[in-house]
Every structure is written in C-alpha cells, then in structure tokens.
C-alpha cells in the first residue's frame, strides 16, 4: 500500500467518524425512527452517499463508537504519560475517563439507545469494539504492573485483578452517574487510598 493510499484510507476514516458523530447528534436530537432520506437532508449530503458510508443504522452505530472510542483514548492516554508509576497511571486513568464524560452523560444515554435499536445480534458485534479497543491497554497495564513489583516499586499482587477492578469502577461510575448524578470525587478518593495507594512501596525504605 503506498502512503497516497493509506493517507486516503486515514481520511476516510476519520470522514466517517465525523460523519457518524454528526448523525448520532441529529437523530439524539430527532429521534431514532428519522428516515435515512430525511437524515441526509439533516446532514447536508447526498442519500446515496449516506448509504455509501453507512448501509444501515448499525454501521452508523458501530462507527460512532469507534470515533467515540478513539477520542477517549486519545484524552486518556495523554492523562496517564504524565505519570511514571503504573498505580499513578491507574488513578490517572479512572479520573481521565470521567473527566472526559463529564457534562456528555446525553451522549453515552444516547448510544445505549441505539446499540437496543440496531437489534442483540449487532450490539454484539459492537461492544466487541470495545471489548478489543480495551484488551491490549489491558495486557500493557498489567505487563507495567507486573515489572513494578519484579524492581520493587509494588507490593506482590494479581496485576490482571487491579486492572479489572479499575475498569469495573471506571465503567460502573459512569452508569451510576447517569442514573442518580452521583459524585465521582469520595469514590475517587476511597480507591485512591484503600486500593491503589497501598499497592505502591515506600521509595524511602528501599
């Protein structure tokens, strides 16, 4: 593949994120049963060329998870580099995740309606993308945790457990936030003090 066509290929991704992102807003806005014509109209393009990106509701869907996906890492990851320690990145990591919703709770509402519209058999196949977006900055986290406690930086655990529970926090808190508005910062607080901070040895008594 030469560069003019995977620079074509990068456009034409990112034009369908754009675009998808676009048409979740209007149908959020519009309602879920808006027609693909009247969508278009929505959007200011062609039908046929709604139809080119999107043959139907659940590549409209999927994609837009995608573009929601890669905005969150790209936020995420930037949080976590300001930190050496792989704990510190965890924390950061949970407080990066929910600083990024914060004010969008419409947005994942939103989503969640349309992954019931599009049918079990595709919202399958999309928290799939998820589940693989996830899976390699988990191996990475766990591999981080693991050499920390081999140089003495941690105390001995099971690095695989520390990162499902972080992530069951990361992913609970946001449903809790959009079901009763609760506050992130003493559930921040109780996990940075009695779970994560504990995991880490004193650099003073080595």
Request: proline share 4%; hydrophobic share 45%.
């Amino acid at each position: 593949m030469t560069i003019c066509q995977v620079m074509a290929r990068k456009h034409d991704i990112e034009k369908r994120w754009e675009l998808a992102s676009q048409a979740m807003e209007v149908l959020r806005q519009k309602g879920l049963d808006l027609t693909t014509t009247a969508l278009a109209a929505a959007l200011d393009i062609k039908r046929p060329t709604l139809i080119y990106y999107f043959p139907n509701r659940a590549a409209m869907v999927e994609t837009a998870l995608e573009d929601l996906l890669a905005r969150q890492v790209r936020y995420v990851v930037s949080k976590m580099m300001e930190h050496d320690h792989p704990i510190d990145r965890l924390f950061a990591q949970v407080r990066a995740v929910h600083s990024y919703h914060e004010g969008r709770e419409e947005e994942i509402i939103f989503l969640i309606q349309a992954l019931a519209l599009v049918g079990r058999e595709h919202a399958n196949d999309i928290f799939e993308i998820g589940n693989q977006a996830f899976e390699a900055h988990r191996q990475a986290l766990v591999g981080e945790l693991t050499r920390a406690m081999k140089d003495g930086r941690m105390h001995p655990c099971d690095p695989n457990a520390v990162v499902r529970i972080v992530r069951s926090i990361v992913d609970g808190m946001l449903v809790q936030k959009v079901m009763t508005r609760c506050d992130f910062e003493p559930i921040h607080e109780f996990l940075w003090k009695h779970i994560l901070l504990p995991l880490k040895r004193n650099p003073e008594s080595l």
